[in-house]
T-cell receptor, first 110, second 112 residues
Framework: SQKIEQNSEALNIQEGKTATLTCNYT??????LQWYRQDPGRGPVFLLL?????KEKRKERLKVTFDTTLKQSLFHITASQPADSATYLC?????????FGKGTRLHILP | KAGVTQTPRYLIKTRGQQVTLSCSPI?????VSWYQQTPGQGLQFLFE???????NKGNFPGRFSGRQFSNSRSEMNVSTLELGDSALYLC???????????FGSGTRLTVV
């Protein structure tokens, strides 16, 4: 069955450093991979989408890579700030449905 | 531009009752998806509607149903509520799958 895993439930990073989150998947061939941010009590907020034929995408301090051979995506936040603390979800979109990982809680320590 | 609006924000029901949740998508978005979010299972896909037709369905029992109206507003219904149905129910709309989804703030359902 299709499976999507995010590397850890929680991650602590010192302010100013780069935070790297991992998303691995099996038994799926997504057309797109998406990353969302979710704050407590709120719905997820769309951050970035990367297509299967793209290797990397950037948006301000965010960078996403997508390796369809390794079946893995990496999500980087450079120059991290305490305001970046949140849960980050990856989602795979195969066109017929979208499945989400359980998320990684990122804590940026001042 | 108004975001995705979900009502009500909070709801408390007793076991065996039924509940209807509402979602108004972003104007112009024809696709509406519903998700159940719990601490243990994360975000679980319920169903997706597009132009009033159910396009995809997740692995939930038949007690969970939905519909979409001609103005793209959507409702989901849960009948014969169980304690395990307590969750945050999220609605998301999209103009196309390759542009990401916009989520509402959700309805927090508590079944007692």
């Amino acid at each position: 069955s299709q499976k999507i895993e995010q590397n850890s439930e929680a991650l602590n990073i010192q302010e100013g450093k780069t935070a790297t989150l991992t998303c691995n998947y099996t038994n799926y061939s997504p057309a797109y991979l998406q990353w969302y941010r979710q704050d407590p009590g709120r719905g997820p907020v769309f951050l970035l989408l990367i297509r299967e034929n793209e290797k990397e995408k950037r948006k301000e301090r965010l960078k996403v890579t997508f390796d369809t051979t390794l079946k893995q995506s990496l999500f980087h936040i450079t120059a991290s700030q305490p305001a970046d603390s949140a849960t980050y979800l990856c989602a795979l979109d195969g066109g017929d449905k979208i499945i989400f990982g359980k998320g990684t809680r990122l804590h940026i320590l001042p | 531009k108004a975001g995705v609006t979900q009502t009500p924000r909070y709801l408390i029901k007793t076991r065996g009752q039924q509940v209807t949740l509402s979602c108004s998508p972003i104007s112009g978005h024809r696709s509406v998806s519903w998700y159940q979010q719990t601490p243990g299972q994360g975000l679980q896909f319920l169903f997706e509607y597009f132009s009033e037709t159910q396009r995809n369905k997740g692995n939930f029992p038949g007690r969970f149903s939905g519909r979409q109206f001609s103005n793209s507003r959507s409702e989901m219904n849960v009948s014969t509520l169980e304690l395990g149905d307590s969750a945050l129910y999220l609605c998301a709309s999209s103009s196309a799958s390759n542009y990401g989804y916009t989520f509402g703030s959700g309805t927090r359902l508590t079944v007692v």
